[in-house]
């Protein structure tokens, strides 16, 4: 998907609409917590403590987030935008 490098829309620090240069932010989310209680259960089952453990599940694979970082060209502060739900194509600026 092509994006324009600037646009006009809402900036809440200025509380108006003003025009964002753009830049792209897209990211997959993060791995889980490794100290959290079903990890560390998980792992020691797979170490071999206990009976057998169901190993990692077959995902379906999900589109990513496509996130824009806005920029204001008035107050200079930054806030995140998500384009759409979810995408298969990567989002790219014109040129």
Known sequence: MIFPRKIKTYCPHCRKHTIHTVKVSTSKYKAGRTLAVGTRRHNRKLKG???????????KKQGIRQKVMLTCTVCKKKHEVVVTGRMKKKLELKK
């Not at 403590?49 to 995902?59: D, E, T």
């Open 49 to 59: 403590m206990h009976g057998k453990v169901k190993g990692k599940a077959i995902v």
